[in-house]
């Protein structure tokens, strides 16, 4: 006597409600999702607010010409430390430019001693 397995027709999924084929289509074709919430009073706009959802791969966003997230310094390592690296050298330049304006002026040790003793000798009655 052979087995068989029968198997019935509703307990297979049916079609594409599968949810990881939904999540499947919808991450490969992007989709967007648009509102816009408006407050009035009165006749009088008080607030508006509009909300804009793209959801897709990456892959999908990036030929839909969106890539904010590698050039964001919050969300990119990469993006920071470039961030980061243009504030040192704006710093560095900033530094440079000052020490360059002080080299004009005679500003050795020896030279603040002997003004601070003018400044004191200024002050005695």
């Known amino acids: 006597m052979t087995e068989r397995t029968i198997t019935h027709p509703a307990s297979q999924p049916s079609g594409p409600a599968n949810l990881a084929d939904i999540l499947e289509r919808v991450l490969d074709k992007g989709i967007v999702i648009a509102g816009d919430i408006k407050i009035d009073l009165l006749d009088i706009e008080l607030l508006t607010i509009r909300l804009r959802l793209f959801v897709s791969s990456v892959e999908t966003a990036k030929k839909a010409g969106i890539d904010w ?44 001693n002997h003004r601070w003793h003018h400044v004191k000798e200024a002050r005695r009655p």
Do not use: Y
Request: hydrophobic share 25%; glycine share 2%.
């Open 69 to 112: 997230w590698e050039t964001d310094p919050a969300l990119s390592t990469r993006a920071h430390r470039d961030a980061v690296d243009e504030e040192n050298q704006r710093l560095r330049e900033r530094v440079a430019e000052l020490e360059a304006g002080h080299e004009d002026r005679d500003d050795t040790a020896e030279s603040r």
